[in-house]
Structure formats: structure tokens, C-alpha cells
T-cell receptor
């Protein structure tokens, strides 16, 4: 089973920041937080990941709380093309640790 | 680079038929994965491989087989297709087991009738 809890759906106005929360209260010290998204029926797309520190790349920012029990994915200026299902995933560092997908958050960007 | 390429994109099978879903990557990734996604659901891991010659079961391996004879290719074999195998199948690859994202293919949509 997925180790994360996410809201089923969220709305965000175009041009505003989209903040997607994720709860992972049972995360272990060596487990990473990954975010992927899936646009319509396409293959999932990797967005960002982190262990302890906040991370930023060209797509998004990842904010992880100090106790690591929750995180937030931030899309700074949402566009209609960001409409997708967003998956928050916790994964260990070992070779046989896999990415297990939950149901994710369906993000609707409103024009 | 083409990334992860899956063929075919669509296929209709009759119950009891067999087929192989092809997956190839040109990024020299050691790690490869097969997932299935049923309508409205998240992805379920079928099989994975950490390198040529090594494969292992995921969450839902029954009814499927895989092989990994080369780094580039990771075919998924369906024997005796059943309606429950109607799904979209995604192949993915990764450079390392950790601290690295997966690259996914565009999927194979399979219908068993």
C-alpha cells in the first residue's frame, strides 16, 4: 500500500501558485519523497524529489517539514497544461525499493 | 535520445491468446519496471529488473512473465490473456535505484475480449 495520503482533488486559478499537500507520517529516516504527475492518459512524468532539505528545479519546488511527516509540492505559476494527477510517493534508498503509486491528487487549473 | 519506447501502442487480444509487449530504452539505465494502470486507478508494479539477467516480482505478477537479456530491452509476456488483464501498461527505466527519477514510456493500451 502507498505510504502517503493526498487530497483527492484540488482546484487552482491559472497564474496562481498551486500548493499540493502530502502526508507521510510513517516515513523512515532514509526514505525519499518523490513527486510525479500524469497528464491525461500519458505516462507519468517525474517532477522532483527530496530527502530532508527543500528542493527546487525548473518545474517545481518541494517543501519538506522539519519532522519529515509531510511535504508540499509548489507549482509557482500554474498553467492549464499543469492539469494532471499528481502523485506523492515515499521510497527507500535500496536497490529493491520500488515506487508504489497511490491514487494521487487530481489538480484542475481553472482559466 | 528516444527515451523509453513501447510497442505496440494499442492491441486487442482474444481470451486465451498470448502476446509480448515490447519496451526498449536508449539511456543505458540498469533499472527497468513494468506497471499496469486500470481505469481511474493508480499504477501497480508488475515486474522489475535491476540489471541484465536479473528480474523480480512486483505487486501483481500473476499472468505475466519478463526477461532481461540486454540492458536496453525489457519485454513483458502475457500468456493466456484474460479480461482482467485489460489495462494500460507502462514501462519505466531509471539510472539508479535511489536519488533519481523514473522515465516512463507512453504506454500500451491492451483490451482482452
Amino acid at each position: 500500500d502507498a505510504k502517503t495520503t493526498q487530497p483527492t482533488s484540488m482546484d487552482c486559478a491559472e497564474g496562481r501558485a498551486a500548493n499540493l499537500p502530502c502526508n507521510h507520517s510513517t516515513i523512515s529516516g532514509n526514505e525519499y519523497v518523490y513527486w510525479y504527475r500524469q497528464i491525461h492518459s500519458q505516462g507519468p512524468q517525474y517532477i522532483i524529489h527530496g530527502l530532508k532539505n527543500n528542493e527546487t528545479n525548473e518545474m517545481a519546488s518541494l517543501i519538506i517539514t522539519e519532522d519529515r511527516k509531510s511535504s508540499t509540492l509548489i507549482l509557482p505559476h500554474a498553467t492549464l497544461r499543469d492539469t494532471a494527477v499528481y502523485y506523492c510517493i515515499v521510497r527507500g534508498p535500496y536497490r529493491d525499493d520500488k515506487i508504489i503509486f497511490g491514487k494521487g491528487t487530481r489538480l484542475h487549473i481553472l482559466p | 535520445n528516444a527515451g523509453v519506447t513501447q510497442t505496440p501502442k494499442f492491441r486487442i487480444l482474444k481470451i486465451g491468446q498470448s502476446m509480448t509487449l515490447q519496451c526498449t530504452q536508449d539511456m543505458n539505465h540498469n533499472y527497468m519496471y513494468w506497471y499496469r494502470q486500470d481505469p481511474g486507478m493508480g499504477l501497480k508494479l508488475i515486474y522489475y529488473s535491476v540489471g541484465a539477467g536479473i528480474t523480480d516480482k512486483g505487486e501483481v505478477p500473476n499472468g505475466y512473465n519478463v526477461s532481461r537479456s540486454t540492458t536496453e530491452d525489457f519485454p513483458l509476456r502475457l500468456e493466456l490473456a484474460a479480461p482482467s488483464q485489460t489495462s494500460v501498461y507502462f514501462c519505466a527505466s531509471s539510472y539508479s535505484a535511489t536519488n533519481y527519477g523514473y522515465t516512463f514510456g507512453s504506454g500500451t493500451r491492451l483490451t482482452v475480449v
